[in-house]
């Protein structure tokens, strides 16, 4: 018979692709997630990174941090990846040599504990590492196909005349310009 995910450290990852998003957005989903299960989050990891890079400081913070049977807790799989398939297999890679569980709130076999004997252990392995996998590259062709339909999308307003493009923040020019001009370096505006 399984169980509800195990008691240990478990790890929140929150993240959003922007600074205009709120990588804050899911806490409230996280929180009852592990109160109705009675897990104590010891640790949240947010940032602001886009979950097609593999190099994210606060993931790899998580990975540093966690200890062996720590659990990675995230909103949906996509939080944790966007990745193409070579960095997908890295980021597994890394969680695996630390026996990390991924368990994301939207997919009920991942909360899930290994069981009490090894093969129903066994069995939700893999059927985790599969649903993760599959998640995985689900995520990354929707990342892909909105990246190409925003391409769509610019290539049909330069047509049509309408695109403009990014608009000029001038405020920000003028400030840089004043930099320039009172001596200030390149290094030192940036």
Known sequence: MT???PKGFVRAYLR????????TRALDTINTFAIERGLSICNYY?????????????LF?????CQQNDILLVEDVDRLSRLVGED???????????D??????NVPTTWLASGHNDFDSRMFSAINDMLLDMLAAVARRDYEQRRERQQQGIARAKREGKYKGRQVNQSR?????RLIASGSSWSQIQ
């Open 173 to 177: 020019y003028d400030a840089i310009n």
């Open 88 to 98: 997908w297999n890295t980021l597994k890679k890394m969680i695996r040599q630390k």
């Open 46 to 58: 947010i940032e602001n990174e886009s979950g097609s890079k593999l190099e994210r400081p606060e």
């Open 3 to 5: 169980q509800t995910v």
């Open 61 to 65: 913070r998580l990975l540093k941090d």
């Open 16 to 23: 959003a692709s922007t600074t205009e998003q709120d990588a």
């Open 100 to 105: 990390i569980r991924v368990v994301a709130v």
